[in-house]
Nanobody, 115 residues
Framework: QVQLVESGGGLVQPGGSLRLSCAAS????????MGWYRQAPGKQRELVAD???????NYADSVKGRFTISRDNAKKTMYLQMNSLKPEDTAVYYC?????????WGQGTQVTVSS
């Protein structure tokens, strides 16, 4: 019913910017809350930011003021604009969608922040 496809990851220098996208298909996208999670080597997966169907947002303290989550319901796409990137932001970033029955996950996209 729901498929999530992520893009936009890559290698960036400290202080740089990157924009991640998550495109949804096969579902009624606009009714579901969504979020971005990340997992670094040796660490547990953690919530980065989430957003309701109406556009209300929430951020982890570690990314407040640097990252911006948004969604375009007409395009069935969620975004994560990442500015002032730090080496500790290096992780695999995952798109998440919560329905009333279960959660759905994207395949993940690698973000590496390094000189």
């Amino acid at each position: 019913q729901v498929q999530l496809v992520e893009s936009g990851g890559g290698l960036v220098q400290p202080g740089g910017s990157l924009r991640l996208s998550c495109a949804a298909s096969g579902s009624i996208f606009s009714i579901y809350p969504m979020g971005w999670y990340r997992q670094a080597p040796g660490k547990q997966r953690e919530l980065v930011a989430d957003i309701t169907s109406g556009g209300n947002t929430n951020y982890a303290d570690s990314v407040k003021g640097r990252f911006t989550i948004s969604r375009d319901n007409a395009k069935k796409t969620m975004y994560l604009q990442m500015n002032s990137l730090k080496p500790e932001d290096t992780a695999v970033y995952y798109c998440n969608l919560k329905s009333i029955y279960r959660e759905y996950w994207g395949q993940g996209t690698q973000v590496t922040v390094s000189s």
